[in-house]
C-alpha cells in the first residue's frame, strides 16, 4: 500500500463490516421478537400475505365467538321449552282425568281446573321472561313480521327461518295448482229395502256400526251417520234419493269407507281416499298434506293451512318484512354467512290454532275448560300444543348441532390452518436463525480484525519516509 488518501481495503473491510453487522442485527431482532418479518423490507410479499392471513384469522376467531354466543341464546330458549313441555304434559293427564267424568265429582272437576290455570299461567310467565341479556326469546320478538297475509287464503302461517337482505322484504308467492280433496263415497241405493241393513262406516278416527230398518229414508241415514262423525271421521249430504260419504278432513292421508254388514246396502265402490292440494311456493313444489302445506329450501322455511276458500287454483302473496334471530357465522359479513332461525310467542294465546282453539282457552271461563263439555276439543288443542313445543324444540336443536356446532368445527380446523399459515410466513425458526446468529457473529468478528488491518496499512508509508 503506496497511497494514503485512499484506503481501499478499509472502504472494503467497512463495507463487509457493516453487511455483517446488519446481518447479525437481523438475527438478533428475529430471536428477541420471535418474527421473522418484522418490517415491510423484510419480505414485502410475505407481509402481504401474512396481513392478509391475520385478518382472516380476526375475522375466524370472531365468527367461533359469535357462534359460541348463537349457542348460548339458543340453549337458553330451549330450556324455558323443555319446562314448557313438561307443564303440557301435566295439562295432558289433568283432561284425561277429567274426561273419566263418572268417577269424580264436582269438587275434583274445579280441583283438575284450578291445575290447569295455575299451569296456563306458569306457561305465560316462562314465555314473558325468558331472556337473554335483556332480550326475550319465547314471546315472539324472534319471530319473523309479515304483510299482506290474506286471511281468507292463508290460515296458521308459521315462518321457521327467512334469509333477508338488510332492510329488505322477500315477497312469498303461493299457487295451488290443484285443490284438496275429501275422500267421497257414494251410494244410490235410495232408502232401505228388504229388511234390516247394518253398515259399517269406518274413517280414520274409527269405525261404527249403525242399523237400519226396512223403509229408513236415506234423510234419516244420513243423520245417524253425522251423529257418530266425531266418532269416525266421516261426515254424510242427501242429494235427492243418493247419500255422500266423506271424510271430515282433506288429503291422501284420510279415507271414508263405508261397507254393508248384513242386508241389502250395496255400494259400487266401498273405499275411497282424499288426495293432497298440490302447491307451489316461489315456483318450487312445496310438500302437502292434505291442506297443510310445508316449505323448504336454504333460503326459506314456513308452513301454513290454505283457508276453505282457497282451496281452489289461484294465486296469493305475502311477504317478510323482518324479524328472527339472525347470526353472523362467517369469517366475513356476507348475506350467505348469515343463519336466521324464528321462534315464534309459545303463550297460551299462541299454543293451537284457528281451527281447534288455542290453549288459553282451557282457562276457568274458556269454551274448552275442564268444567265445560269440550274435553274432546280440549284434548286436540293440548295435544297441539304439544307438538308446537315438541317441533320448536327440535328445530332449536337442529340448528344448534348442524349450524352453529358445524360451524364452530369448521372455523376450527380453518383457525388452525392459517395460523399455520401465518407462523410459516412470519414467525421466526430459532433452529435455524440461531445458526445464522452463529455465522455472523464470526463474520463480524473476523471482518473488525480485518478492518483493524486494512486502517493500518497506510502506516507502511512512513517507513519509506524513514528510509
Same mark, same amino acid.
Given at each position: ?33 420471535? !418474527?421473522?418479518?418484522?418490517? =415491510? ?22 365468527? %367461533? ?20 313441555? @313438561? ?13 273419566? @267424568?263418572?268417577?269424580?265429582? !264436582? ?22 321472561? +325468558? ?57 244410490? =241405493? ?56 266423506? @271424510? ?18 250395496? %255400494?259400487?265402490?266401498?273405499? /275411497? ?42 294465486? +296469493? ?10 347470526? /353472523? ?17 309459545? @303463550? ?13 282457552? !282451557? ?78 457473529? %464470526? ?25
Amino acid at each position: 500500500m503506496s497511497r494514503i488518501n485512499t484506503n481501499v481495503s478499509s472502504l472494503i473491510a467497512q463495507r463487509v463490516f457493516r453487511k455483517n453487522s446488519e446481518t447479525l442485527n437481523t438475527s438478533l431482532q428475529r430471536l428477541s421478537t420471535g !418474527l421473522k418479518i418484522n418490517t =415491510g423490507a423484510d419480505n414485502p410479499a410475505g407481509l402481504i400475505a401474512s396481513e392478509n392471513l391475520r385478518a382472516e384469522k380476526t375475522g375466524i376467531s370472531t365468527a %367461533i365467538d359469535n357462534a359460541q354466543r348463537a349457542s348460548n341464546i339458543i340453549g337458553t330458549a330451549e330450556g324455558g321449552l323443555n319446562e314448557i313441555s @313438561s307443564l303440557l304434559n301435566e295439562v295432558q293427564g289433568l283432561v284425561g282425568s277429567t274426561a273419566n @267424568s263418572g268417577g269424580l265429582s !264436582l269438587e275434583e272437576k274445579q280441583a283438575n281446573q284450578l291445575q290447569v290455570d295455575s299451569i296456563l299461567g306458569t306457561i305465560n310467565r316462562i314465555a314473558a321472561a +325468558t331472556s337473554f341479556q335483556g332480550k326475550k326469546l319465547l314471546n315472539g320478538n324472534l319471530d319473523y313480521t309479515t304483510s299482506s297475509v290474506t286471511s281468507t287464503s292463508i290460515d296458521n302461517l308459521h315462518v321457521n327461518a327467512a334469509r333477508l337482505a338488510d332492510g329488505a322484504t322477500t315477497s312469498v308467492v303461493v299457487q295451488v295448482v290443484t285443490s284438496a280433496t275429501t275422500a267421497k263415497v257414494g251410494y244410490t =241405493g235410495g232408502a232401505v229395502a228388504g229388511g234390516t241393513a247394518t253398515i259399517e262406516v269406518a274413517g280414520n278416527a274409527g269405525a261404527e256400526q249403525l242399523s237400519f230398518a226396512s223403509g229408513t229414508s236415506v234423510s234419516s241415514i244420513v243423520t245417524a251417520v253425522n251423529a257418530v262423525k266425531a266418532a269416525t271421521g266421516v261426515s254424510a249430504t242427501v242429494s235427492g234419493t243418493d247419500i255422500r260419504f266423506e @271424510s271430515t278432513e282433506f288429503g291422501a292421508s284420510h279415507f271414508a269407507s263405508v261397507k254393508a254388514v248384513s242386508g241389502n246396502f250395496t %255400494i259400487a265402490i266401498p273405499k /275411497a281416499s282424499g288426495t293432497d292440494a298440490a302447491v307451489t311456493v316461489n315456483g318450487a313444489s312445496a310438500q302437502t298434506d292434505g291442506t297443510h302445506i310445508s316449505f323448504r329450501n336454504s333460503n326459506l322455511d314456513v308452513d301454513f293451512d290454505l283457508d276453505a276458500s282457497f282451496n281452489h287454483p289461484g294465486t +296469493t302473496t305475502f311477504g317478510i318484512t323482518g324479524g328472527g334471530a339472525t347470526f /353472523a357465522l362467517g369469517s366475513k359479513v356476507t348475506e350467505g354467512d348469515k343463519a336466521s332461525i324464528g321462534v315464534a310467542s309459545v @303463550s297460551t294465546g299462541s299454543l293451537g290454532d284457528t281451527t281447534a282453539g288455542f290453549l288459553s282457552s !282451557l282457562g276457568s271461563g274458556g269454551a274448552n275448560s275442564l268444567t265445560s263439555d269440550n274435553l274432546v276439543t280440549a284434548q286436540k288443542i293440548v295435544d297441539k300444543a304439544i307438538k308446537q313445543v315438541a317441533t320448536l324444540r327440535g328445530r332449536l336443536g337442529a340448528f344448534t348441532k348442524f349450524q352453529i356446532g358445524s360451524t364452530i368445527n369448521s372455523l376450527g380446523v380453518a383457525y388452525e390452518n392459517a395460523s399455520a399459515a401465518e407462523s410459516a410466513i412470519r414467525d421466526t425458526d430459532f433452529a435455524e436463525e440461531t445458526s445464522k446468529l452463529t455465522r455472523s457473529q %464470526i463474520l463480524q468478528q473476523a471482518s473488525t480484525t480485518v478492518l483493524t488491518q486494512a486502517n493500518s496499512a497506510p502506516q507502511s508509508a512512513l517507513a519509506l519516509l524513514r528510509g
